[in-house]
C-alpha cells in the first residue's frame, strides 16, 4: 500500500532520517529557493519549511532530489510498475509466466479511480493564502512550480480519459487580478491544448482544476510521458499502489487526496504571463498565455505545499528524466524500430539536444556504410511525442558505439566517423521547445540531424593547436579530442577567413563562445553553452562550405554559440 497523503510521505522520509525540519521563519521570496538550492547541490534531504513568513500552511520541496530518495518512496510499486510496462511491451511474456501475468493484471485495478464524497477535511481560502514562493530575483512573481492541471475534452469526456499535465501557474504578478486570475502556461504538444481547443470551437470556457500536493504518485503522474491513449490518473493509482480518490463538486473534478485545489475556467483571452527561470537556464520571457478565472480555491486544513526550484540543469526536475528512464526502460526502444539507446542529455536542458544509437541493418547492401537505418530511426524519433521538440539529434550506428550515458566518448566517437559533406540533415521554419529561446520567435526554430556510420576517418587532436589569429579572437581552448572552442567579438564570417588558409588537421568541429575559460572548466559547460544558445539553420556554418541540391556541406562545421540580441537572459541569483 502507498501513501494516502503527502503527509504521510513526509513522516514516513522524516522516520528514516531522509528530511530536515527547518522551524525558523523563512521568506518565500528567494530565501526559501536558495535554501533548496544549496540543499540539492549537495545530494541533501528533503526540507519542510515549517514557518513561512505570510502563509500559515507549511511547504516541503528536494522532495525527489536524488533518484536513491525517489525510489525509496515508490519502493512498494515500482518494480510492479515495470512489470505492468513489459507486459504492455511483451505479451508473449505473459503466456510464459501466467502467474506474474497474473499478478500484474490484478495490481492494475489501482488503476481504476475511485468515486468519494467532497472531502471534509476542505476548507475554502484565496489565492493569497498560499505560500507566494518566488525562486529567481527577475521572475514576475510566485508560481506552481509542481502543479497537476487537471482537464478534460469537452468532446470525450470523463476521468479516464482526462489529461493531467504539469504546466507552469503564475500566482501573482503582470496584469492578473489577486485572487482571481492565475496565468496557465502551456506549452505545444500537451494534451491541454487539445482540450482547449475543442472547448473554444464551440464557444465554451474549459474547466480546468488544479491540484497541488497530495501522494507523491500524482506529482509524479503527472510529468510521465505517457502515450495519449493511456491516462495519468490510470497511472498514478498504479504507481502509489492506491486508487486515485476523486470528487465532484460544482462540475470540476476534484482530487479528493491534494492538498490544494483551485478550480477555475480558461476562456480565449490571453494575459502576459513571465518571466520565469527555466529549466534550461534561462529566464523564459513575457508572452501572452491563457490565464485562468479562478473560481474556488479549497485546502486541507494540516496542508502541505510542494515546490521545486528550476533552473539550469541538473536540478530537482532533472531527477524525473531519471526515474521516468529507470521505469519505462526499454518503452521507447521498443516502439521505434532499430533504436537501441537514447540520451535527453539534461546538461542541455533536454531538448536541446538527443543523442542516439540504432542498428544499421542495410549494410549487405551498404559496403560504403554510408548512413542509412539510422536516418530512418532518426526521423522517427523526431516524430515521437515530447522526442519531436528535439533541437540536435546526434545518432551513431550500433556496432562499437560507445556507452550512451557518457557523452564525452558518445562525442569523440561520433566525431571520428562523421563525413561533414554529407553528415549533416537540416530541418528549417519548424518547431522547438517554447522555453528554447535559440530561434527568432516562440516555438520557432529549426533541427539538425548528425548521422554517422562506418570505421573511423581521422584521428582527433588532443592539444591546443598553434593558431596565430587577429585581436578579434582572444582565446582558444580543446574542449574533447577535436573540439576547437574559441572566443572573440569577430564575425563568423571573419573567422572563416582567417583559418581558411590554416591546417587544421584533427580538428572536426569549432564552436564560437563567449568564454572559453568557462567552457574549458567542464564539459558540461560546454554542451549547456553550445545546445542551448545556437539555433541549427542560423548559426551553423562550415570552412569550405557548399549548398549542393539544397544540402549543406563543409569541411569542418562553426558553431556560434554565444548569446545573440534575442536570447532570454542567463539565470543569476
Not at 482526462?162 to 504546466?167: A, Q
Not at 591546443?464 to 578579434?472: A, E, G, Y
Request: hydrophobic content about 40%; proline content about 5%; aromatic content about 8%.
Amino acid at each position: 500500500m502507498g501513501y494516502s497523503s503527502l503527509r504521510a510521505c513526509i513522516d514516513d522520509l522524516e522516520e528514516n532520517k531522509l528530511l530536515i525540519r527547518i522551524k525558523e521563519e523563512m521568506d518565500p521570496n528567494l530565501e526559501m529557493a536558495s535554501r533548496h538550492l544549496q540543499e540539492f547541490k549537495n545530494s541533501g534531504k528533503a526540507l519542510l519549511f515549517e514557518n513561512i513568513k505570510g502563509s500559515k500552511y507549511s511547504a516541503v520541496s528536494n522532495l525527489f532530489g536524488t533518484l536513491e530518495r525517489s525510489n525509496f518512496i515508490f519502493r512498494n510499486s515500482i518494480h510492479k510498475v515495470k512489470k505492468i510496462i513489459d507486459l504492455k511491451l511483451n505479451p508473449i511474456h505473459g503466456f510464459k509466466n501466467p502467474m506474474s501475468a497474473l499478478q500484474s493484471a490484478f495490481y492494475s485495478i489501482k488503476a481504476l479511480p475511485k468515486k468519494v464524497s467532497f472531502p471534509k477535511t476542505f476548507e475554502q481560502i484565496k489565492i493569497t493564502d498560499i505560500p507566494q514562493i518566488k525562486c529567481w530575483p527577475k521572475d514576475g512573481g510566485s508560481f506552481i512550480t509542481l502543479p497537476q492541471v487537471y482537464s478534460e475534452d469537452i468532446n470525450n469526456s470523463g476521468i479516464m480519459n482526462s489529461n493531467l499535465g504539469m504546466y507552469r501557474v503564475q500566482l501573482g504578478g503582470n496584469d492578473y487580478i489577486t485572487n482571481k486570475e492565475v496565468g496557465l502556461h502551456y506549452q505545444i504538444h500537451r494534451g491541454i491544448g487539445i482540450h482547449h481547443r475543442n472547448a473554444l470551437r464551440i464557444g465554451s470556457p474549459l474547466k480546468v482544476s488544479i491540484f497541488v500536493g497530495g501522494p507523491p504518485s500524482h506529482t509524479f503522474a503527472a510529468v510521465m510521458p505517457l502515450p495519449e491513449s493511456m491516462s495519468e490518473i490510470a497511472f498514478a493509482g498504479i504507481l502509489e499502489g492506491r486508487r486515485f480518490r476523486y470528487a465532484v463538486k460544482d462540475g470540476y473534478t476534484i482530487s479528493a487526496d491534494a492538498d490544494f485545489i483551485i478550480c477555475g475556467e480558461v476562456g480565449s483571452d490571453l494575459k502576459p504571463e513571465g518571466p520565469f527561470g527555466d529549466h534550461l537556464g534561462y529566464y523564459s520571457l513575457v508572452h501572452n498565455f491563457p490565464f485562468l478565472k479562478v473560481d474556488k480555491v479549497y485546502a486541507k486544513k494540516d496542508a502541505i505545499w510542494p515546490f521545486t526550484v528550476v533552473g539550469r540543469p541538473p536540478q530537482e526536475d532533472s531527477q524525473f528524466g531519471k526515474m521516468i528512464h529507470y521505469m519505462t526502460g526499454k518503452a521507447i526502444k521498443d516502439e521505434i524500430p532499430g533504436l537501441k539507446a537514447i540520451n535527453a542529455v539534461d546538461e542541455s536542458g533536454v531538448h536541446p539536444l538527443l543523442l542516439a544509437i540504432g542498428s544499421e541493418r542495410y549494410t549487405p547492401y551498404n559496403p560504403s556504410r554510408v548512413p542509412q537505418e539510422i536516418l530512418t530511426i532518426a526521423n522517427h524519433i523526431l516524430g515521437t511525442g515530447q522526442l519531436s521538440l528535439a533541437k540536435y539529434l546526434l545518432i551513431v550506428e550500433e556496432e562499437g558505439a560507445p556507452d550512451i550515458n557518457n557523452k564525452e566518448s558518445f562525442f569523440i566517437h561520433l566525431l571520428e566517423r562523421v563525413d561533414w559533406s554529407r553528415d549533416m540533415h537540416f530541418q528549417t521554419m519548424t518547431t522547438i521547445d517554447t522555453l528554447d529561446y535559440s530561434g527568432e520567435g516562440l516555438n520557432e526554430g529549426s533541427k539538425l540531424i548528425i548521422a554517422a556510420a562506418g570505421p573511423k576517418k581521422r584521428n582527433l587532436l588532443k592539444q591546443k593547436p598553434l593558431l596565430k589569429l587577429s585581436r578579434k579572437f582572444t582565446n582558444i581552448c580543446i574542449v574533447i579530442d577535436g573540439v576547437l572552442a574559441i572566443d572573440g567579438n569577430g564575425s563568423v564570417e571573419d573567422l572563416i577567413q582567417e583559418l581558411e588558409n590554416i591546417h587544421m588537421d584533427g580538428i572536426a568541429l569549432i564552436t564560437l563562445v563567449d568564454d572559453v575559460l568557462f567552457v574549458a572548466e567542464d564539459f558540461s559547460n560546454w554542451l549547456w553553452v553550445c545546445f542551448t544558445r545556437s539555433n541549427p539553420s542560423h548559426d551553423i556554418y562550415g570552412l569550405d562550405e557548399v549548398l549542393k541540391n539544397k544540402h549543406f556541406s563543409c569541411s569542418i562545421p562553426i558553431i556560434d554559440a554565444r548569446i545573440k540580441k534575442h536570447h532570454a537572459p542567463v539565470l543569476e541569483r
